[in-house]
């Protein structure tokens, strides 16, 4: 924190300036770290599409590879999407997509790692929600009703904050 962030208790709000305006984190003093980042989120769907898009019929086609290569993208980009994020060297992307017949739907995994001053979380993250939002973009055209839910951070390591490992 910079003594121009205003003090909030219990804790500090490092993208407001003293005047409470918003600005970007100066992490100039921060520490190069490994750095790396696991999130993940669902889609919920009618039976029927779940069926379709296990069986690949569905008009737009693969959904499976071109949800990952949307959610790659995405974490290269999350700079551009989010304003007050850094534009950091990502080393490693990797996005997965599995089918949870409990839903019925999908689940989607996003990890990011860097070697920076800041965390790659935000990258982890909007790869899953772009995953997520490709999947629906996909499926629409026969199922309105698909719910994206549970994006959610699930560890966080490397920094001079820690780690983090979400509950189960």
Wanted: glycine fraction near 8%; include cysteine; charged fraction near 20%.
């Amino acid at each position: 924190m910079t003594p121009d962030q205003p003090e909030v208790p219990g804790r500090s709000l490092s993208h407001l300036d003293a005047t409470g305006h918003f600005a970007m984190v100066d992490v100039a003093n921060k520490p190069v770290a490994v750095r790396s980042a696991l999130a993940s989120g669902s889609i919920r769907m009618e039976v029927s599409t779940f069926n379709a898009i296990q069986n690949n019929t569905l008009k737009k086609g693969d959904v499976i590879p071109v949800a990952r290569l949307a959610g790659l993208q995405a974490a290269k980009r999350t700079a551009e999407l989010i304003p007050l994020c850094h534009q950091i060297p990502l080393s490693a992307v990797d996005v997965r997509v599995s089918f949870d017949d409990s839903l019925p739907g999908l689940r989607v995994e996003g990890f990011a790692k860097t070697t920076a001053q800041t965390g790659v979380e935000m990258e982890a993250l909007t790869a899953v929600a772009l995953s997520l939002l490709t999947i629906y973009d996909m499926a629409k055209a026969i199922d309105r009703t698909m719910v994206i839910s549970e994006i959610v951070l699930r560890e966080k390591r490397g920094g001079t904050s820690g780690d983090f490992i979400s509950g189960p």
